[in-house]
């Protein structure tokens, strides 16, 4: 935001200079960009005016004029299109030297000559471009010093605020914050009451109080839209970085600088009926004060009457209803709209306009009566008009309420590192505009209405620091008691599941938690992701509730690079609405696509597939030491291919997903290739056994090699897990090592090589024992799957 200097000292006289002034407000955290001077450096140039203009003999473009400075007459030659008789100007005298070192003296003309030159705005550094002479008011009093007259011994600051100090867009409040700084007081203009000279009042109907919870409006006939903008008021608006545009318009300008408070002027006898506050229809269409016609959706405030939408709320006004040279009558609107219904709202069509700049961060909530007293003086005082009542429509439930904080002594020493007086706490905080209450353990502060950011224990005690001042804060060294952390055996680090991937070949990605809503739909149909308020785009809109849908951005970016081979993980959270909230479910989750191995002449040239991803997620679950609580399930997943899709159980209770991009969703997205994908909750993978010594065996094992012949649908973990119900506590290992399909076996049938081994701890076993356990092995596995032993 910028500011006048002078502007802010009407309101507060702190005795600092302006470096001092400057370095105060930086040091306070609101940070100052720049300064700069109102104007260019020049010197004698004063107030003069035009006696008389006649046609130069020799130029059909030039005048020549005879010029006043209240003592003497000058003749000057100019070439500017406004000069007239009667009118008051700069005038740079013979001796005067304007910005860029430039020295006025006397010079000759097409042969006519000419003592001095009439200024333009640009010329005096006062403008970046002007189209002529700058035209002063009609009582500005000739041969006055105009560098006086226009009170240009002024600097403009230029204060970066952050989001949160939306109290701080106004000259009322920086004046509060230099008036807490410097323990001044803080003295703006009167503000009183408009008394009403007319009964009108507008009809008012606010349809969405959740977004406008108060909305104020009223009736000012028979002004004068033609009346010049008051010189200071102009002066003001530019310093501050607006131009001005007419008396109404610049009027609510300067509310907005001076008080915070946005305002809008709406011409009476455009409105059709009354004032209905309410969301936009979708698909409504609004022509705006910049001539650009939006598409307004239905999450979009309005204020409209009762035909169409009037204005974009908190944005922008629209063409149809604004003052016009025409107005005679006029509604002022002065409203709080809720931040939330505004943010992103201007940016979706490509605007940012000082209203919305404020609405965003948040406006005071009981400004907006004092703001309307204000502008309706100032449109009396310039254009005349007889005012009518305030009309306010407030919904109290919905409006903000004041934040109630406790303060404790202790925690302040503990933060700041600092013993702070009891006096000087309450202090700084009544100066801050807070009802302090003194409690047994330290205060309880009552925000003001305009300090929104105010909400927990931490922000009065940033706010004590601010203002007792960040460089008298004791330096100390941090101390604090730091044993050190357990770290439970029975829980894997994190750093070996990443590890463990990485040595398989693979890379970690990070990708946001926001997604595109479309991409989510197409992954997880039937959970309805949380939706942002304020999303940075309309591609990171809701929270994912599956990390595929950023890890497949991931894959699609690298095989759009011409990159044979991905491989990528990413450990994250997964954000799940249920019943009783948002579940966040922290996630491991991969995928790959590509070439199985990296291009060589050794390597086989083949793609991945589904039991790629399952071997790399075995090779995690092995670290655990847990791999056979694990199970992989055939079943349907919306995301995934039908045929190659297994949910994955760990103790009988599903922890993830695991099998192929169902090929409507590669397409949908985009993808050129299959890709295989993984799931899995990360609390189920970080789980371990903890390693335990067991003595080795002296005795030697026992080997069965069985062949088996079942159901070619018949999965092989339903096998083991019928033979080790049966097989005996000394079965030590099982392994299959080969699957035969072919001739000699019937067609719906396969074979199966398994590797039974027993042992014994403390004996050797005998075959008798051994051939029992594979006797009942075969009885239950004929039983249960169908087996028999292969001929």
Known sequence: MKFSE?????????????????????????????????????????????????????ADKLSLCQVSDG???????????????????????LGAVLP??????????????????????????????????????????????????MDLDDQIIDVDLTPNRGDCLSIAGLAREVGVLNRVAVQGPAIEAVAPAIDDKPSIEVQASGACPRYLGRIVRGVNVTAATPLWMVEKLRRGGIRSIDPVVDITNYVLLELGQPMHAFDLNQLDGGIRVRMAAEQE??????????????????????????????????????????????????????????????????????????????????????????????????????????????????????????????????????????????????????????????????????????????DLIEELAR??????????????????????????????????LISRGYQEAITYSFVDKKVQQVLDPKVEALALLNPISAEMAVMRTTLWAGLLGAVEHNMKRQQPRVRLFETGLRFVPTADGLLQVPTLAMAIAGNRQPQGWSNEDSGV??????????????????LGDYRFVAAQHDALHPGQT?????????????????????????????????????????????????????????????????????????????????AGEYLTN?????????????????????????????RTLTDEEVNDSVNAVLAHLNESVGATLRG
Not at 104 to 113: F, H
Not at 474 to 489: D, F, G, I, M, Y
């Open 285 to 458: 269409k609004l022509t705006l004060l910049d001539g650009q016609e939006v598409t307004l959706s239905s999450d979009t405030l309005v204020i409209a009457d009762h035909s169409r939408a009037l204005a974009m709320a908190g944005i922008m006004g629209g063409e149809q209803s604004g003052v016009t040279e025409t107005t005679q009558d006029l509604m002022l609107e002065a409203a709080f709209f809720n931040p939330i219904t505004i943010a992103g709202k201007a940016r979706a069509h490509g605007l940012h306009t000082d209203s919305s700049h404020r609405f965003e961060r948040g406006v005071d909530y009981q400004l907006a009566r004092t703001a309307m007293e204000r502008a309706t003086q100032l449109v009396l005082d310039i254009c005349g008009g007889q005012p009518g009542p305030i009309e306010e429509v407030v919904s109290e439930t919905d409006l903000p309420k004041a934040a109630t904080i406790e303060l404790r002594r202790a925690r302040i020493e503990k933060i700041l590192g600092l013993k702070m007086a009891d006096d000087d706490v309450q202090d700084i905080l009544e100066r801050l505009g807070m009802q302090v209450t003194a409690t047994e353990q330290g205060w309880q502060a009552v925000a003001p209405s305009y300090r929104f950011d105010m909400a927990i224990e931490a």
């Open 71 to 93: 003592q003497e007459t000058f003749q000057i030659v100019c070439g500017a299109p406004n000069v007239r008789a009667g009118l008051k100007i700069p005038f740079a005298k």
């Open 609 to 626: 597939d589904f039991f790629d991803i399952k071997g790399d997620l075995e090779s995690v679950l092995q670290r655990s030491g847990l």
């Open 6 to 58: 002078q502007w802010l000292r009407e309101w507060v006289q702190p005795e600092v200079s302006t470096q001092e002034l400057v370095d105060q407000v930086t040091m306070a955290g609101l940070e100052v960009d720049d300064v700069d001077p109102v104007a260019g450096e020049f010197s004698g140039v004063v107030v003069g005016e035009v006696i008389s203009r006649e046609q130069h003999p020799n």
């Open 467 to 500: 203002i007792y001042g960040y460089n008298r804060l004791p330096v100390r060294v941090p101390q604090a008691a730091t044993p050190l952390a357990t770290a439970p055996e029975a829980k894997m680090p994190l750093a070996d599941v990443r590890r463990q």
């Open 646 to 726: 297994a949910r994955i159980e760990k103790d009988g209770q599903p922890v993830g997903w695991i099998g192929a991009l169902h090929p409507q969703a590669q397409k949908s997205l985009d993808l050129k290739h299959a890709v295989y994908l993984v799931e899995i909750d990360l609390a189920a993978v970080q789980q371990r056994r903890v390693p335990a010594f067991g003595e080795l065996s002296k005795f030697p094992e026992m080997r069965r090699d069985l062949a088996l012949v079942v159901e070619q649908g018949v999965a092989v973990d339903d096998v083991f897990a019928g033979i080790r119900s049966v």
């Open 100 to 149: 860029g070192n430039f020295k006025i003296k006397k010079a000759k003309l097409r042969d006519v000559e000419s003592f001095g030159m009439l200024c333009a705005e640009a010329e005096l550094g006062l403008s970046e471009a002007s189209d002529g002479l700058m035209e002063l008011p009609a009582d500005a009093p000739v041969g006055e010093d105009f560098r006086v007259y």
């Open 734 to 762: 099982l392994t299959l090592f080969d699957v035969y399909v072919g001739k000699g076996i019937d067609p719906d049938r396969k074979s199966l090589a398994l590797g039974l081994t027993w042992q014994h701890p403390s």
